[in-house]
C-alpha cells in the first residue's frame, strides 16, 4: 500500500515567508569566537577578521536574517563594552557559557559587517535582565540615527558614518529564566516601558519583539498579548527537541537507540502542538494576525560530546537533525499566517549547527543540506496538500511516517519537500499533482539519506552525509510515483 497524497497547485495558501530560514548566533562557546570571528591577525582566511570560508557556505543558504548576541548572553551584554578599539574594549565573564573570558572583540561593528557579507539582516536583542532602558534607547540611537546626536557622533568617531539598516530588534530574552526570573505581569510592564524608548529614527522602522513564552507556558502568552500585545510586532517562542530529560541526560547526538530515534521525532513533531495552541490565544487578543509568533530558538539540543565543555553546547550532527529540520520547516510552512519568523539554534558549533570547525578545518553538517535544498520553498507561494499518511508506530505510540509541503516559486515551479521519518521502512507514494495548468517539462530531485541512524560527517570524512541525485520516481498524467528510502529529506522540483 502506498501513501497517498494530494498537492493542490491551483491551491495557494499565502507565502512562506523566508525568514522563517532564520538563525540564531550567541556569544557562545565556539559559535561567534573561532566559528565566525577569528581575528584580524588570523593566518585562517578572513575578511575584517571573519572567516571566509564559513561566509561563503553561509552564502548559499541564503539566510534571512541573524540574531544575536543571545540567547541568554543578551541579558548580560552591555553593548557599550564591544565599541571602539579593540585593545580597549573590556572584558567580562561569560557567567552563562563556561565562566570565559568575553574580550568583547566582537561587537556592533563586527556583527554588522558579518551581516553585510552574509547579506542577511540583523536582528538585535536587547538587554532588559541586566540592563538600563536608557542603554537600550541608546543602542538603537547609536545604530540607526541619522545626524547630529551623542551616540551617532560616537558610531562615527568609531568609523562608521552612515547608520546601519535595522528592522528587527528584540527587547529580551527568555525574561522567564536567565533573562531575569519574571513573572510575565512584571515583564510585561517592563516590554511595555523598555519599547517605549526603542525610537523609529527617520525611515528606519523596527519590528519589535517581545520575550515569549518557553514550550507551553501558555499563561505568558496570554498576560503578554492581553497586557502589550498592541504595542508589540512580533512575540518569540522558544522550543527544543530534546530526546530525554534536559537536567537528568538529554541523550547523545550520536548513536540514538531505535525509541531515541523514534521519540526525537515525536518530540519534534511536538511543536506543531504548540504553535497551534499558541496562537489561539494570539488568536483571541490579534484576530487579524498583525503580531508574528518568532520561533528564534529551535532545534535539537543534546547532551555535549564527550570531553567538551558542558557550557560550550557542542554536539555532532547526524541524519536524525536532518529529519529535525525538515520537519519544523514543514510545521513552519504549516502556520505561514502565524510564524514570521524562526531561527534555528545555532549557526556554528553550538546545538543543531549548520558548520562545525576544528582551527582552520570546517565541515558542513546534514542540518545544512536541509537548509540549502529547502531554500527554494523562501517566499514562495504555498500550496494545499492534502495526506493520507501511513503510520509509524512503536511502544503503542504513533506518528505519521512521511510528512510534506509544498509551494510555487516565482517561475511557477512547483517544489515538494518530503521527510521520510521511519527508522528503517521505505515509503511508497503517489502523489496527485491537482490543478496543474501547464505541461510539465521537467522533474529533477535530490535527497539527503543514509544507512544508519547516527550517519554524520566528520573532519576525515566531511561528505559522508550530502544531497544526491533522487531518480526513484516515475510520473504519468499528473500523477508521481516515488519510493522515498528510510531517514530521507527529499525535495522534488517540477517545472
Ligand atoms: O541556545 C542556547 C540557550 O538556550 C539560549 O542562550 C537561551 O535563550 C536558551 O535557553
Request: proline residues 4%; hydrophobic residues 35%.
Amino acid at each position: 500500500m502506498s501513501n497517498r497524497i494530494v498537492i493542490n497547485v491551483d491551491i495557494e495558501k499565502g507565502t512562506i515567508n523566508k525568514n522563517i530560514y532564520g538563525h540564531f548566533a550567541e556569544h557562545l562557546g565556539r559559535c561567534i569566537y573561532e566559528g565566525f570571528w577569528v581575528g584580524e591577525d588570523s593566518t585562517i582566511d578572513h575578511t575584517n577578521g571573519i572567516r571566509n570560508d564559513v561566509v561563503e557556505a553561509l552564502k548559499n543558504l541564503n539566510i534571512p536574517v541573524l540574531r544575536w548576541p543571545g540567547g541568554c548572553f543578551a541579558d548580560e551584554y552591555h553593548w557599550k563594552d564591544g565599541i571602539g578599539p579593540k585593545e580597549e574594549r573590556k572584558r567580562m565573564v561569560n557567567t552563562h557559557w563556561g565562566g570565559v573570558v568575553e574580550n568583547n572583540h566582537f561587537g556592533t561593528h563586527e556583527f554588522m559587517r558579518l551581516c553585510e557579507l552574509l547579506e542577511a539582516e540583523p536582528y538585535i536583542c536587547g538587554n532588559v535582565g541586566s540592563g538600563t532602558v536608557q542603554e537600550m534607547s541608546e543602542w538603537v540611537e547609536y545604530m540607526t540615527f541619522d545626524g547630529e546626536s551623542p551616540m551617532a557622533n560616537w558610531r562615527q568617531e568609531n568609523g562608521r558614518n552612515k547608520p546601519w539598516q535595522l528592522t528587527y530588534f528584540g527587547v529580551g530574552n527568555e525574561n522567564w529564566g536567565c533573562g531575569g526570573n519574571m513573572r510575565p505581569q512584571y515583564y510585561a510592564d517592563l516590554y511595555r516601558q523598555y519599547q517605549t524608548y526603542v525610537r523609529n529614527y527617520g525611515d528606519n522602522k523596527l519590528y519589535k519583539i517581545a520575550g515569549g513564552a518557553n514550550v507551553d507556558d501558555y499563561n505568558w502568552t496570554e498576560v503578554l498579548m492581553r497586557e502589550a500585545g498592541h504595542l508589540m510586532d512580533g512575540l518569540s517562542l522558544h522550543y527544543y527537541t530534546i530526546p530525554g530529560d534536559f537536567w537528568k541526560g538529554k541523550g547523545a547526538a550520536l548513536d540514538p537507540s531505535v525509541d531515541e530515534w523514534f521519540i526525537t521525532m515525536q518530540k519534534a513533531l511536538h511543536i506543531d502542538e504548540l504553535i497551534t495552541k499558541h496562537s489561539i490565544i494570539m488568536d483571541k487578543y490579534d484576530p487579524d494576525k498583525r503580531v508574528g509568533m518568532i520561533i528564534d530558538e529551535w532545534g535539537t539540543w543534546f547532551d555535549v560530546e564527550p570531553g567538551t565543555n558542558p557550557g560550550f553546547l557542542y554536539q555532532q550532527n547526524t541524519i536524525r537533525d536532518a529529519l529535525v529540520a525538515g520537519l519544523h520547516f514543514h510545521i513552519f510552512h504549516k502556520h505561514n499566517e502565524r510564524v514570521q519568523m524562526a531561527n534555528i539554534a545555532q549557526t556554528v558549533n553550538v546545538l543543531q549547527a549548520m558548520i562545525l570547525t576544528e582551527g582552520e578545518k570546517m565541515l558542513l553538517t546534514p542540518t545544512y543540506h536541509v537548509f540549502e535544498m529547502f531554500k527554494v520553498h523562501q517566499d514562495a507561494k504555498k500550496l494545499d496538500v492534502e495526506e493520507f499518511s501511513h503510520i509509524y508506530a512503536r511502544n503503542r505510540e504513533q506518528l505519521p511516517n512521511v510528512s510534506v509541503s509544498a509551494s510555487k516559486d516565482k517561475a511557477g515551479k512547483v517544489n515538494v519537500s518530503l521527510c521520510n521519518l521511519h527508522h528503517q521502512d521505505e515509503s511508497r507514494l503517489t502523489i496527485e499533482l491537482r490543478g496543474l495548468i501547464e505541461q510539465v517539462k521537467d522533474i529533477s530531485g535530490r535527497i539527503l539519506t543514509a544507512n544508519e541512524t547516527n550517519a554524520h560527517n566528520t573532519f576525515e570524512d566531511p561528505d559522508n552525509v550530502k544531497p544526491v541525485a533522487f531518480r526513484d520516481y516515475s510520473f504519468n498524467a499528473g500523477q508521481m510515483e516515488v519510493k522515498l528510502p528510510p531517514m530521507s529529506v527529499a525535495v522534488l522540483t517540477i517545472g
